[in-house]
């Protein structure tokens, strides 16, 4: 069995980015996507137009001074590898409950087409909440460039903008 990261969130989180579940490397650094594959920081970094570090900490603060949560959609889960095809017997985290405990958040992104698919599974919808999913960050989703990745990403700067 593999087990989640809690969740990184902080009390003026606006936008709640859910993955589906840490892969190998992940896991074996403690870090949400610490696989150097994921483009996730790299765009993130970009996104808000600050050099990129190798720093986690500084990494969870870009994302705590731009009133980003992060969290996956699947707690625990058995899983040969990091693929996520190969997710088995799987259990949800309580989503619902972060985004009631933080009402800030007014906008789900799923980091990929998985994510999403497992939260319709799991919990189908949250009230007040608006959803978007977004092309996967994975190195594993080598059909779109980091370029095309990154301008659809960027439509995280807009969801933040609503959120004032």
């Known amino acids: 069995m593999i087990k989640s990261f809690k969740p990184i969130v902080f009390e003026n989180s606006k936008i709640l980015i859910l993955g589906s579940i840490p892969g190998v490397i992940s896991l074996q650094k403690s870090e949400y996507y610490g696989n150097r594959q994921n483009s996730f920081w790299k765009i993130m970094f970009s996104i808000f137009e600050k050099e990129f570090s190798e720093n986690y900490f500084e990494k969870i603060n870009l994302l705590k001074i731009n009133n980003i949560a992060l969290w996956d959609v699947i707690e625990t889960c058995q899983r ?84 004032i």
């Open 80 to 163: 040969e590898g990091s693929s996520d095809s190969a997710i088995a017997n799987e259990k949800a985290n309580d989503i619902k409950n972060l985004c009631h405990k933080y009402q800030n958040i007014k906008h789900i992104v799923f980091n990929g087409q998985t994510a999403e698919k497992y939260f319709k599974k799991h919990l189908k919808t949250i009230e007040n909440i608006k959803f978007y999913t977004f092309p996967s960050t994975s190195g594993a989703n080598a059909r779109m460039s980091l370029e095309k990745k990154l301008e659809i990403w960027k439509k995280i700067l807009f969801l933040n903008s609503l959120c």
